[in-house]
């Protein structure tokens, strides 16, 4: 199957998931605890439940690492540098508090890199996609795609995206280096897609992630031209398996910035 057969694909798993989450969103949320202490609803397990299988159908001899899975047990041996990174409800605060900032991210890494993605909203049913040497774009409800691209920086536009429910003062700190002419806040994955959209520059990481949290909007930055490094400016890799899968911090950003 080529790139783009695959990336429909994910798409329409995706669209699957979000008309699941969207089902629980519309009544009371219950929520529980995981071990880490942070939150998880039936509408993450069920998305979760979803996409495993509708991934292994679609691709079985590719590993699969989704939030929800691994909390349970499930750790496949991914040394090999070619997997799927599953967060089935990226944004789960926002999900609670109900202000549509959440997502559905399927993102595939090869050779420790993510190559494709998919970032899909349930509450606009909009995707961001892309897979690199392809290109991104926006795929709307309805099915109407734009393409897009990261934006040239410039001092009087320079805009930077940062997390709602994670500020630090290492992150204040670090924005207030940049001069911003603007300064947005938002939740989820949807950070990666403004700046690929070229409406923000940079969106600076210094809290914790994992990978899930990140590969497909990382993959769908790369494909709209963005790069995405560690704070030292060294290259952002996945498969740090003997980690936890954890992330340190990093500098996702368009052109010039």
């Not at 949320?29 to 202490?37: L, M, S």
């Not at 290492?170 to 911003?180: G, W």
């Amino acid at each position: 199957m080529d790139k783009q057969a695959l990336l429909n694909e994910v798409i329409l798993i995706a669209r699957d998931a979000s008309a699941l989450i969207l089902k629980y969103y519309e009544g009371e949320i219950a929520v529980d605890e995981k071990t880490d202490g942070s939150p998880v609803t039936a509408a993450d397990r069920a998305a979760d439940a979803l996409i495993f299988p509708a991934l292994e159908k679609l691709t079985p001899e590719i590993p699969i690492i989704s939030e929800e899975s691994f909390a349970d047990g499930h750790n496949p041996d991914v040394s090999g540098g070619t997997f799927w990174l599953v967060d089935p409800l990226d944004g789960t605060k926002e999900y609670i508090r109900r202000n549509g900032d959440f997502t559905v991210n399927i993102g595939l890494v090869e050779n420790f890199e993510p190559t494709l993605g998919v970032v899909l909203t349930p509450v606009d049913g909009r995707a961001s996609a892309g897979f690199v040497g392809g290109g991104a774009f926006e795929e709307e409800a309805d099915g109407t795609r734009t393409p897009i691209s990261v934006r040239e920086a410039t001092p009087e536009t320079l805009t930077v995206v940062a997390s709602r429910s994670h500020r630090s003062p290492e992150l204040e700190e670090y924005i207030e280096t940049l001069k911003p002419a603007h300064s947005v806040s938002r939740g989820s994955a949807l950070k990666f897609c403004l700046v690929a959209r070229g409406e923000a520059d940079v969106y600076p990481r210094t809290g914790p992630t994992c990978e899930w949290d990140t590969a497909a909007g990382h993959a769908v930055l790369n494909s709209a031209g963005g790069t995405m490094t560690a704070f030292d400016g060294t290259p952002f890799r996945y498969g740090k398996s003997g980690e936890k899968f954890l992330n340190g911090m990093f500098i996702a950003k368009g052109r010039n910035v």
